[in-house]
Every structure is written in C-alpha cells, then in structure tokens.
C-alpha cells in the first residue's frame, strides 16, 4: 500500500507558475500510474493529469492543456505537476492519486485510483 504526501501549493498571482510535488512511500511507485485531480470549494473533483508508469504517455484536461506538465521521478518516488500561466480558476486543492493501470485504465474517472493523499491548496489570485 503507497502513501502520498502533496506539497509545493501556495498563493500566487495569475500569470506565474508554481510546482507541486506527491512523494510516494510504502509501495513500489514505478507500479503505479498517477494522477493529479483538484478539487474547489462547492465543486467536485475534477481531472487534471495523468502518467503512465514510465512516463510514456501523458493526460491533461482541456482547460490545463499547454499550461501544466506532468513529470515523475521513479528513483526519487515523486510525482511532480508544473503549473504555468496560472489563473484564478486554477485556484483548488490539488490531490495526487495513484492507481494500478492496466488495460481498462480510465485516467480521468477518480475511481481509477486506489489511492490519494491529503491534498495540498494552491491559491491563485488575480
């Protein structure tokens, strides 16, 4: 079982970038596809990105697309996302999740995921 700690969010203004990390502990973390879901008040949760295992392939949400990177480290067990050009609507607590993968992989269904840590806020103003 993987344990997942989010760190990096913060207030930034629109227009700049910021950088959260998900270090993984307790499991295998090159096993595991993962993703970046966010979550704002009064909203549900919704897709922001996703990797494979080897970082062959990658997701985003439209409203991400160009503007946010997905990235992991396998030997550092982190999961990264690069977030630039933020803006307002940006602003959410932004969740890692990890699942299993596997043929029947959906990577934008939060029930693909089997785990999923704290979260961590990411503040944008504008």
């Known amino acids: 079982q993987v344990q997942l700690v989010e760190s990096g969010g913060g207030l930034v203004q629109a227009g700049n970038s910021l950088r959260v990390s998900c270090a993984a502990s307790?499991?295998?973390?090159?096993?595991?596809?993962m993703g970046w879901f966010r979550q704002a008040p009064g909203k549900e949760r919704e897709f922001v990105a996703a990797?494979?295992?080897?970082?062959?392939?990658?997701y985003y949400a439209d409203s991400v697309k160009g503007r946010f990177t997905i990235s992991r480290d396998n030997a550092k067990n982190t999961l990264y996302l690069q977030m630039n050009s933020l803006k307002s609507e940006d602003t959410a607590v932004y969740y890692c999740?990890?699942?299993?993968?596997?043929?029947?992989?959906?990577?934008?269904?939060?029930?693909?995921?089997?785990?999923w840590g704290q979260g961590t806020q990411v503040t944008v103003s504008s």
């Open positions: 307790g499991g295998t973390f090159g096993t595991y596809v």
């Open positions: 999740a990890a699942g299993s993968g596997g043929i029947s992989w959906s990577p934008r269904r939060p029930d693909a995921y089997d785990y």
């Open positions: 990797i494979t295992w080897t970082s062959t392939s990658t």
